[in-house]
């Protein structure tokens, strides 16, 4: 039997596998996924993330990757307007962070299972029986479902997931080459339409990530995304010639979802990361709330494996991560606002980007 079966091997779960499995537990992580994913996606580690990644090894090469700090550039119908330096955290993509911590797993003798997605869930007072689609079982002594905003887990344990959300993509996202295109500083293309592209060249790759305003049809709907869209949305809002766009790598569209469970914790089964709640991107928080949700879990459990693991016990993560996660879901929304607004107004600052401030307590 494992101490502790996780459900999903993003920055989460892999961090709390990590944290696991160096206190000497028998740790088990599957993953629905074939393989693991090469997309940028949340490519930024605030302070807290970074102390974290420190104590499971992984700070060293994290950081002769990334950049800890980054000029972002700012247009105006294509007019330059202003630099503003940011230093707060450490730029990296997403599937490099989640490399890292995969590469210090498998040192400690612990593989990504692939391939295996969770179906049903029991549990009773001395473990937890997880159900694989193929009709395997697995036990352990307790579940953490860190399987993302679709999360399987919550689902299976019947935990509310409440906010709220837009069907309307807000933004397309994806990673591009663009040849000839300054790699020295976050370009970021703004409007008086009110549409814009930003440009993040991410570091130990010779590509960027894009986020722009959806290209929209005739009747005003948003198209999907797609290389060739991404180049017309270029031409429109950068407004800066002879840069094509090549090698699109990663094409996805992003939606406003605000939304929180209303617990983090059913018996033996727990819930971290966007499992339990997802928010806007504005300040880079969502990847780093999950991550330290895995290490307020990581302390939780480790307490409990050692310990009566009574309800007192378990139930600290649980009365410690709920206000936090509020906190930062709160903070993130009003970050968006504020983006959305600088979309707006010529001239002014904008947070698109490493978050520039204090992250709310939790983050």
Same mark, same amino acid.
């Given at each position: 039997?494992?101490?502790? +079966? /996780?459900?999903?091997?993003?920055?989460?779960?892999?961090?709390?596998?990590?944290? %696991?499995?160096?206190?000497?537990?028998?740790?088990?992580?599957?993953?629905?996924?074939?393989?693991?994913?090469? =997309?940028?996606? !949340?490519?930024?580690?605030?302070?807290?993330? %970074?102390?974290?990644?420190?104590?499971?090894?992984?700070?060293?090469?994290?950081?002769?990757?990334?950049?800890?700090?980054?000029?972002?550039?700012?247009?105006?119908?294509?007019?330059?307007?202003?630099?503003?330096?940011?230093?707060?955290?450490?730029? *990296?993509?997403?599937?490099? *962070?989640? $490399?890292?911590?995969?590469?210090?797993?498998?040192? +400690?003798?612990?593989?990504?299972?692939?391939?295996?997605?969770?179906?049903? *869930? @029991?549990?009773?007072?001395?473990?937890?029986?997880?159900?694989? $689609?193929?009709?395997?079982?697995?036990?352990?002594?307790?579940?953490?479902?860190?399987?993302?905003?679709?999360?399987?887990?919550?689902?299976?344990?019947?935990?509310?997931?409440?906010?709220?959300?837009?069907?309307?993509?807000?933004?397309?996202?994806?990673?591009?080459? $663009?040849?000839?295109?300054?790699?020295?500083?976050?370009?970021?293309?703004?409007?008086?339409?009110?549409?814009?592209?930003?440009?993040?060249?991410? &570091?130990?790759?010779?590509?960027?990530?894009?986020?722009?305003?959806?290209?929209?049809?005739?009747? !005003?709907? &948003?198209?999907?995304? @797609?290389?060739?869209?991404?180049?017309?949305?270029?031409?429109?809002?950068?407004?800066? &010639?002879?840069?094509?766009?090549?090698?699109?790598?990663?094409?996805?569209?992003?939606?406003?979802?605000?939304?929180? $469970?209303?617990?983090?914790?059913?018996?033996?089964?727990?819930?971290?990361?966007?499992?339990?709640?997802?928010?806007? /991107?504005?300040?880079?928080?969502?990847?780093?709330?999950?991550?330290?949700?895995?290490?307020?879990?990581?302390?939780? +459990?480790?307490?409990?494996?050692?310990?009566?693991?009574?309800?007192?016990?378990?139930?600290?993560?649980?009365?410690?991560?709920?206000?936090?996660?509020?906190?930062?879901?709160?903070?993130?929304? =009003?970050?968006? =606002?504020?983006?959305?607004?600088?979309?707006?107004?010529?001239?002014?600052?904008?947070?698109?980007?490493?978050?520039?401030?204090? &992250?709310?307590? !939790?983050?």
């Amino acid at each position: 039997m494992a101490d502790v +079966l /996780i459900t999903g091997s993003g920055p989460t779960g892999l961090t709390l596998a990590c944290d %696991l499995a160096l206190r000497g537990f028998a740790v088990r992580v599957i993953d629905r996924r074939t393989e693991p994913h090469h =997309e940028s996606r !949340g490519k930024g580690l605030l302070p807290g993330s %970074l102390d974290v990644c420190q104590r499971l090894g992984v700070l060293e090469r994290l950081a002769a990757t990334g950049s800890s700090s980054v000029v972002l550039r700012k247009y105006f119908d294509g007019e330059h307007i202003n630099d503003t330096p940011t230093s707060a955290g450490l730029l *990296i993509g997403q599937w490099q *962070i989640e $490399a890292a911590l995969r590469d210090r797993l498998a040192g +400690l003798g612990v593989a990504v299972e692939y391939g295996s997605e969770l179906a049903g *869930i @029991s549990q009773d007072e001395s473990g937890v029986r997880a159900e694989l $689609a193929d009709g395997t079982v697995i036990s352990a002594r307790y579940l953490a479902g860190c399987d993302g905003g679709r999360s399987t887990t919550r689902e299976l344990l019947g935990i509310p997931f409440e906010g709220s959300g837009q069907e309307e993509p807000a933004m397309v996202i994806g990673d591009v080459r $663009a040849p000839g295109l300054g790699r020295d500083v976050w370009h970021q293309w703004f409007t008086s339409e009110g549409t814009g592209i930003l440009l993040c060249p991410m &570091p130990g790759t010779d590509s960027f990530q894009l986020q722009a305003s959806p290209e929209r049809d005739e009747r !005003g709907e &948003p198209l999907p995304p @797609s290389l060739e869209s991404f180049q017309r949305i270029f031409e429109r809002d950068a407004r800066v &010639p002879g840069i094509r766009l090549t090698d699109a790598t990663w094409l996805s569209a992003w939606r406003v979802n605000v939304r929180m $469970a209303t617990r983090m914790r059913k018996g033996r089964v727990f819930l971290a990361g966007d499992a339990a709640h997802v928010q806007p /991107i504005a300040g880079g928080l969502g990847m780093n709330t999950g991550i330290q949700d895995a290490a307020a879990l990581g302390r939780t +459990l480790a307490a409990a494996l050692t310990g009566p693991g009574g309800e007192e016990v378990l139930g600290t993560y649980e009365a410690e991560r709920l206000p936090a996660v509020a906190d930062v879901l709160a903070d993130a929304a =009003e970050r968006y =606002e504020r983006v959305m607004e600088a979309v707006r107004t010529p001239g002014r600052g904008t947070e698109v980007g490493m978050n520039r401030s204090q &992250p709310p307590t !939790g983050a």
